[in-house]
């Protein structure tokens, strides 16, 4: 009886959006005059619009970016914070003040970051080197994207990676010491591999989470330029919100829901098997 009402508040606001979603995957949606059951056709539709293959290779590029650039940065800072003998909790608190800047802020200030008479440019400037077109340059609009999330969230990473490193039994790391290992032989040898299962999780959670970003992408550039920030989530409510093809927008979230439960079965492998150690 106790869990009745967080169930009831799960399967109404998640499980039955989820079964809905399926179901308007096979309809043509329309709420004024009643929907109409088109079988397959929300698939075909998909499938063959050209812009889908855009959308899934930017996904792709978009979240290859991610691990490359973002996925290393919290682990390097958990680690190099935990070696830190004085004003540990100033730095934790500053990694993660990013985390709490309103959405419309961040959007706005790196807008002016990326502006080309803005400070990065002007830096770039003054060292003698050309501008870089951030926001309009197809090369570039992802990397800077994923350069302003980067910054953004990687301070919620770090703690959780930082609060794995500081569990670690500190008897191991004096007995290295004693022995004569440095910093990067205590890291390479007791701290990669405690944290290893968290690690291997976390790159799966980081995989979902790109995978399904669209936020970003719509309010700095609006999957341009050149459609070169269309990510596949962007995609989908584009279909909904511009095309007003829920049917067709369903159709693309089925097909994104049977890869990310693939990912969350393995998620939940991973998790299991940090548990059992």
């Known amino acids: ?9 799960f399967i109404v606001f998640l499980w039955l959006p989820i079964a809905k979603g399926f179901v308007y995957s096979f309809y043509q949606v329309d709420f004024v005059h009643g929907n109409t059951f088109v079988g397959w ?35 390097f800072f958990a680690l190099a914070v935990s070696e830190l003998r004085r ?27 990326y502006d080309p008479v803005g400070p990065i440019n002007a830096a770039l400037q003054a060292l003698g080197l050309d501008s870089v077109a951030f926001m309009t340059d197809p090369d570039w609009s992802m990397i800077s994207i994923v350069l302003m999330e980067t910054w953004q969230q990687f301070g919620s990473a770090m703690l959780i990676y930082l609060a794995a490193v500081l569990s670690i039994p500190k008897d191991w790391y004096e007995a290295a010491e004693i022995d004569g290992a440095g910093i990067w032989a205590r890291i390479r040898h007791i701290t990669l591999p405690s944290i290893r299962n968290l690690v291997l999780l ?26 070169a920030t269309l990510t596949y989530a962007l ?10 093809e829920i049917g067709a927008a369903s159709a693309l979230g089925v097909l994104m829901f049977l890869v990310l439960a693939l990912l969350a079965v393995i998620r939940n492998r991973l998790q299991d098997k940090g548990a059992g150690a």
Request: charged share 10%; proline share 5%.
């Open 1 to 9: 009886m106790f869990v009745l009402p967080a169930a009831a508040i």
């Open 41 to 75: 056709d929300n698939y075909r539709t998909v499938l063959s619009d050209r812009d889908l293959l855009v959308a899934v290779r930017n996904t792709l590029y978009f979240v290859g970016l991610c691990l490359v650039i973002g996925f290393w940065v919290p682990i």
């Open 87 to 113: 004003f540990q909790g100033f730095v934790r608190a500053s990694a993660y003040l990013p985390n709490v800047v309103p959405l419309v802020v961040l959007y706005g200030l790196w807008r002016w970051f």
């Open 202 to 227: 976390m790159l799966v959670m980081q995989l979902i989470a790109t995978s399904q970003s669209y936020q970003s992408q719509l309010a700095m550039l609006d999957g341009g330029p050149m459609k």
């Open 235 to 244: 995609l989908i409510v584009k279909y909904a919100t511009t095309k007003l």
